[in-house]
């Protein structure tokens, strides 16, 4: 079955610019989480998504948002980039919420902001 | 969820037996352990997980202790391929949560 596809890969963006990520989880899998990961803070959990909704939220400024449609993709964005959102951007598929050993991680998206 | 604490690095020797430990001390009864790994640059990957038994895959083996405070990710034949960051987790009922890890760099 066709894994985890983030896109793009990477993506190089100037302060003060916005940024769409989006992220195809695998085949049947209904529930999409994202997450943020720096050198310093390691990887922090962004948001949770199921069924085209926000379950859960993690400790991130209103910058960040996101959202998930009908055919369970999704997509984050992130709004007046700072050099600080430089990182790789995680986006895990689960097949239902709280299947927590059911987590498969794409590649990321490879964010560097100038 | 319970929070988890893991030491921040660890060695091991290529062929033999990695264990990792990991203290839950706040583990509620019905609250699983949950282990991935991350490997350079790439996404975490799920290894396994208990509740109270010792659990046995492909992968490792999960040694809990019978109060439920601690627990042991057990790799028998380490190889170097195994060099990554290990993340022991509780997550109750929220999304999982990853803390620093412990790094396991496995020696030739």
């Known amino acids: 079955k066709a894994g985890v596809t983030q896109t793009p890969r990477y993506l190089i963006k100037t302060r003060g610019q916005q940024v769409t990520l989006s992220c195809s989880p695998i085949?049947?899998?209904?529930?999409v989480s994202w997450y943020q990961q720096t050198p310093g803070q390691g990887l922090q959990f962004l948001f949770e998504y199921f069924s085209e909704t926000q379950r859960n939220k993690g400790n991130f400024p209103g910058r960040f948002s996101g959202r998930q449609f009908s055919n369970s993709r999704s997509e984050m964005n992130v709004s007046t980039l700072e050099l600080g959102d430089s990182a790789l951007y995680l986006c895990?598929?689960?097949?239902?919420?709280?299947?927590?050993?059911?987590?498969?991680f794409g590649s990321g998206t490879r964010l560097t902001v100038v | 969820d319970a929070k988890t604490t893991q030491p921040p690095s660890m060695d091991c020797a290529e062929g033999r037996a990695a264990n990792l430990p990991c203290n839950h001390s706040?583990?509620?009864?019905?609250?699983?352990v949950y282990w991935y790994r991350q490997i350079h640059s790439q996404g975490p990957q799920y290894i396994i997980h208990?509740?109270?038994n010792n659990e046995t895959n492909e992968m490792a083996s999960l040694i809990i202790t019978e109060d439920r405070k601690s627990s042991t990710l057990i790799l028998p034949h380490a190889t170097l391929r195994d060099t990554a960051v290990y993340y022991c987790l509780s997550p109750g009922n929220t999304p999982l949560v990853f803390g620093k890890g412990t790094r396991l760099s496995v020696i030739a």
């Open positions: 895990a598929s689960i097949p239902n919420p709280g299947q927590n050993y059911g987590y498969t």
């Open positions: 085949s049947g899998h209904r529930s």
């Open positions: 208990g509740l109270k």
């Open positions: 706040t583990i509620s009864g019905n609250e699983y």
